[in-house]
């Protein structure tokens, strides 16, 4: 049997050859405190009619959710 998806996957690591690529300053960063570092993410949930864009905020040294959001768009 030859399964495939019913929806298109997202072509998000397509890197265009003109931007510019930026080094990861955090590696020598020692986090041992709350707030000192926040990161981010955006994550794309498949549905029937498309995707829906999940972007999350949390803190490096505490690992808890600062905040969220849940949009059908990226506009948001």
């Not at 955006?42 to 040294?61: C, S």
Request: hydrophobic residues 40%.
């Amino acid at each position: 049997m030859v399964l495939r998806a019913i929806y298109q996957k997202p072509r998000t690591t397509v890197l265009h050859p003109e931007h510019r690529k930026y080094p990861y300053l955090l590696r020598v960063l020692v986090i041992d405190r709350p707030n000192q570092s926040w990161c981010s993410d955006i994550t794309y949930i498949p549905i029937q009619k498309g995707f829906l864009h999940l972007v999350a905020v949390m803190d490096w040294h505490t690992r808890k959710v600062l905040s969220w959001h849940l949009s059908n768009t990226m506009d948001a």
